[in-house]
């Protein structure tokens, strides 16, 4: 197991416990977070949650790191390797729920999807370049039909 491999396992394991005992402390007190929260436009419990974990345990640099932790797991498959993928899947699911504050949109959206997607477009039309060059048009056809 490579050190990129564990980050992903190491945030999703870190986040798991204290969104389990949010869970429990906004069931302890439901009028507060119905009531008491909104009226004083305070966040909800498992908002205030979220924005403290973000704040204390992800932000910059850690976050960074996250995000490139899954970028080398994904050009390691794309390379061929096994990867785990419940582990990077444990870390995006992470990424997708967190933000820095209540109005941001989420570190998966801000952070991870833009060079993702840039990364994916760079590698499948290589890949594509590739492919035309090196093999016969039924080659092709069957390799995108795929």
Known sequence: MNLVCVSCEISSSTWYVPSRRVWVWRGAYPPQDRVYAPAQRLPVIYDAGVLLFYKHIIE?????????AVLDEVRVERDGFAINQSA????????CLLQDNSRAPTVY?????????????????????QKLEFSSAPEYLTHVST
């Open 88 to 95: 990077v899947r444990g870390c995006v699911d992470v990424l």
């Open 60 to 68: 910059p640099p850690i976050e960074d790191h996250l995000v490139d």
């Open 109 to 129: 959206l801000e952070k991870l999807e833009p060079p993702l997607l840039d990364e994916s477009r760079r590698f499948y039309e290589a890949e594509g370049k």
